[in-house]
């Protein structure tokens, strides 16, 4: 397994817990810290699920990718390549997300927004169905449907739409391309995800059962959880894996955790002690972080989110864990 980068040149594993806290206590905080960095795709996931699950409903392209550039932007992914002194073009990098395998990539161009949009519409064959870029006080996004080149003839976006919501197969569907452009002076930073031909809906959206994906064999899941999304990128040593709504409580899974979470292996890092010695305050309900005794650049955060009842769903809190592998 690769090491966590953020937390290199640990000392060896630590003869006790108290000691091991003292000496792995600021790799910790850097965890912490670092991570919401590190799964802002997380939010490129999401938005797919969105996309597909708002086609299986034949609802609007527009209406599921609309907000999803000025999120992504709002939570950081572009404000690295804009201190960078010159345009960057990376290689597309790879997310996989519930076994699928999808694209995307960020770059800055020194033309306009609009030039930017116009480009990535300029080969677009449902350009007239979908419409234009769309966009406001510089940011805008545009979306393109590409047809399957294996289809026969040439059918309508809205006839593929509604065999893609009656068979579920992206092959008769297509794959789709998001493009969202934020202007910064005379430099537009931009977003692409795309999709790929072998998108498998059920395993991307599952109805029931697990989503596709593997656990810690030594890290306990929530009791009664069932895995609904799994997302890593491709070369980096972090998963991320969410557990569905459980009917217990924030505090009653924190103590749940406590209780079965395997002492001998792992140890819980205090990071609120942390916290107080470095003067930093954390956010409410951060979560708990485990890191293993026998290789302490590894770790695991426990976070959970408490949801409302809605409609005919009551109330729950789901669990995800993020892992520094």
């Known amino acids: 397994m690769t090491a966590c980068t953020d937390i290199e040149d640990v000392p060896a594993a630590p003869d006790s ?5 003292r000496r792995v206590g600021s790799r910790v905080w850097v965890f912490v810290r670092s991570w919401g960095r590190r799964t802002l795709w997380v939010l490129l996931a999401l938005a797919v699920i969105v996309v597909v699950t708002s086609l299986r409903l034949k609802s609007n392209l527009h209406d599921a990718l609309g907000p999803l550039g000025p999120r992504l932007s709002n939570a950081g992914m572009l404000d690295h390549l804009l201190n960078l002194p010159n345009p960057v073009s990376g290689d597309p990098r790879v997310l996989v997300l519930n076994g699928q395998h999808l694209l995307f990539d960020t770059r800055v161009s020194d033309e306009s927004m609009d030039q930017v949009l116009d480009e990535s519409l300029e080969n677009c064959p449902t350009r007239q169905e979908l419409g234009g870029p769309v966009g406001s006080d510089g940011r805008g996004y545009t979306v393109c449907i590409h047809p399957n080149p294996t289809a026969h003839g040439a059918p309508s976006l809205s006839s593929r739409i509604r065999t893609f919501g009656a068979t579920l197969d992206m092959a008769s569907f297509g794959t789709f391309e998001y493009v969202y452009a934020e202007q910064h002076g005379a430099r537009t ?5 795309r999709s790929t031909e072998d998108l498998d809906v059920q395993a991307l959206v599952p109805i029931d059962g697990d989503a596709p994906g593997v656990d810690l ?3 306990p899941r929530p009791p009664a959880g069932r895995r609904v999304l799994q997302a890593y990128e491709e070369g980096q040593p972090y998963r991320l894996t969410i557990f569905s709504r459980s009917e217990q409580t924030v505090a009653q899974l924190q ?7 395997n002492t001998e292996t792992w140890h819980e890092a205090d990071v609120d002690a942390v916290a107080r010695e ?3 305050a954390l956010e409410r309900g ?3 972080i485990f890191w293993r005794k026998e290789d302490p650049t590894r770790f695991t955060l426990v976070s959970f989110d408490a949801l409302p009842a809605k409609g005919e769903t009551p109330a729950g809190t789901t669990v995800a864990i993020a892992e520094a592998l």
Do not use: E, N, T
Not at 189 to 193: Q, S, V
């Open 286 to 288: 951060h979560g708990l």
């Open 255 to 261: 103590h749940w955790y406590r209780q079965h979470v």
């Open 189 to 193: 930073a931009l977003i692409r995800m």
């Open 278 to 280: 470095r003067h930093m």
């Open 17 to 21: 817990p108290s000691k091991g806290v």
């Open 217 to 219: 064999a030594d890290f």
